[in-house]
């Protein structure tokens, strides 16, 4: 009564064929594809704040974000923001403006 229809044979042929193109493009897709780009390993210590040479560096900067810092040393960015707070204490940099979620700093001028 019901179900599905027995195929014939040519349209067997023609399924067959549709996979077995489907299964070598899949394949050629698979050697196309690119190697996985390599991971860099994050710091979780921030640079320095006594050393003169990253002081220096950051002061040069005009606007200091805490992702600005951490894409710059490679750290996290709780990390950077860290550091911020310490460079603020030490008279390195001035607070801005910010909320909770971010605060902008700027280099003081000496």
Request: aromatic share 4%; no cysteine; proline share 5%.
């Amino acid at each position: 009564m019901g179900g599905k229809k027995k195929l014939g044979l040519k349209q067997m042929e023609r399924m067959q064929k549709k996979r077995d193109e489907e299964s070598r493009s899949k394949d050629k897709k698979k050697e196309k594809a690119t190697p996985p780009r390599e991971r860099r390993t994050i710091g979780v210590i921030p640079p320095d704040v006594k050393n003169a040479k990253i002081v220096n560096e950051v002061k040069k900067m005009k606007v200091l974000t805490p992702y600005s810092v951490a894409s710059r040393y490679n750290v996290r960015i709780s990390a950077a923001k860290d550091f911020l707070e310490q460079l603020e204490q030490i008279g390195a940099v001035e607070f801005v403006s910010g909320n909770h979620n971010i605060k902008i700093y700027k280099p003081v001028a000496t």
